[in-house]
């Protein structure tokens, strides 16, 4: 009858099992396995991989291992240290399952990865009993490998978004969408010119000349950044951030209209800002009453109301010569409501006019991006917040990593 032998867990190289240890009158409960290096392979250099001969002295390690069911299981081992004729100097040996400067071995590191795709740092800290700061590293470590390298090949259209890191400008950090895939190509600190400059900086001429076309909102640092890096690539400006620039031209007139409205206009101007900026599609039945009352009772408020469903017609048009012709008619009809803001916006309006007839020839927005950065927001709260920006840029990049590229949409 043969006798059972753990040591086939831990079919290492060049180590032997030679003890075992059980402790269950302890919590948690732990099994501390002693290993020994096999004399009969020659020991190589950590560092070079190189022979080595037997140097003065070994170094003992406890590491820590995958657990068996629901004992921890610590590694006891005992290090040769060996001279390296290559390096010069003596170093310790090598190990295939563990570096000699970490504390846990590599099957239980690619484990602690493996968890930290679907839970936070914290729960796999709680859930292997380890500190917070090695899951975070050993999951960082894995990311930098896997996402450290951007990857530019194949890149045709891109959306280009900021997203909030933390309170102020520091705290924006600009994402660039592969729009065909879906996948995050790239991340970077800051929302200014020389944020997107970097990421530029990390294509071939080739693959800048590649780009066709570019998703943004009308934010001049990314303008300028795509500009100077592609200038043969059209620039399409956001429908969503087009609206809402009205919108809040819109809330203006609102405000001005109270201000000049008596005691009983103003009831019903008083509390209408949500239903003015909201599609009336989103609104409940008797909110669209009072809208309608609203409406009614303000012929100036009606007019930029009924405005802001044709601008999104503008949007609906693949041919580029009527586009024009829509947004130029649309503009003479604002003009005549007479209102300093509505007449700055005709203005941004006019001045991004390509950005928004771009549109007709790649249907495009950063619609995409949007939902990127709701999913974000999940990955923030989940992480209570990050500190370490490159940390947080691999999270992102691992959240989306593309699929198989797709037909243009809008």
């Known amino acids: 009858m043969s006798s059972l032998s753990i040591s086939g867990y831990f079919p290492f190289a060049r180590v032997k099992v ?33 022979p080595g001969t037997i140097h003065s002295g070994n170094l003992r390690r406890i590491i820590r291992d995958l657990n068996m069911a629901c004992a921890q299981t610590q590694l006891q081992v005992d290090y040769r240290r060996v001279w390296c004729q290559a390096c010069g100097t003596a170093r310790v040996e090598h190990m295939e399952f563990a570096d000699p400067g970490k504390r846990i071995t ?47 090949d194949g890149l045709r259209i891109l959306a280009v978004d900021e997203i909030a890191f933390s309170c102020g400008l520091v705290g924006y950090m600009t994402v660039v969408l592969d729009y065909l895939s879906g996948r995050v190509v790239w991340v970077g600190q800051g929302r200014v010119r020389q944020t997107l400059d970097g990421f530029f900086a990390l294509m071939t001429e080739a693959q800048k000349q590649a780009i066709e076309a570019v998703a943004m909102d009308c934010w001049e ?11 043969q690539a059209k620039i399409v400006f956001d429908f969503f951030h087009i609206v809402k620039g ?14 000049r409205a008596s005691e009983d206009q103003r009831r019903f101007i008083k509390g209408s800002r949500y239903l003015l900026l909201r599609n009336r599609e989103n609104l409940q039945p008797q909110q669209q009453v009072k809208l309608d009352e609203l409406l009614a009772a303000n012929k100036r408020l009606n007019a930029a109301y009924i405005l802001k469903d044709q601008l999104k017609e503008i949007y ?42 771009n549109h007709c020839d790649y249907p495009i927005s950063t619609g995409r991006l949007e939902g ?39």
């Not at 640092?221 to 890096?229: F, R």
């Not at 609906?316 to 803001?341: G, H, T």
């Not at 941004?348 to 928004?356: M, S």
């Not at 709701?374 to 490159?390: E, Q, S």
């Open 18 to 50: 030679v003890g075992q240890s059980i402790h269950l009158d302890c919590q948690p409960s732990g099994t501390l396995i002693r290993l020994e290096p096999d004399r009969r392979f020659r020991p190589v250099c950590h560092d070079c991989g190189g």
């Open 106 to 152: 590599h099957r239980l590191a690619r484990y602690v990865y493996d968890l930290c795709k679907v839970m936070t740092v914290q729960d796999v800290a709680r859930h292997l009993d380890l500190d917070p700061k090695t899951v975070k590293e050993v999951d960082k470590h894995f990311l930098q490998q896997e996402f450290g390298q951007t990857n530019c």
């Open 221 to 231: 640092a990314y303008i300028n950044s795509v500009q100077l890096n592609c200038p």
């Open 246 to 259: 009205y919108s809040m031209a819109i809330d203006n007139v609102r405000r001005n209209e109270y201000r």
């Open 316 to 357: 609906s048009y693949s041919d580029r010569r009527l586009a024009k012709e829509a947004l130029d008619q649309w503009c003479a009809l604002a003009a005549e409501i007479n209102e300093s803001s509505i007449a700055r916006f005709i203005g941004r309006l006019q001045r991004f006019e390509d950005g928004i007839l």
């Open 372 to 410: 990127v950065n709701n999913k974000i927001k999940v990955i923030k709260r989940r992480a209570y917040g990050f500190h370490d920006h490159a940390y947080f840029a691999l999270k992102v990049k691992q959240a989306f990593p593309g699929h198989p590229p797709t037909t243009l949409s809008g």
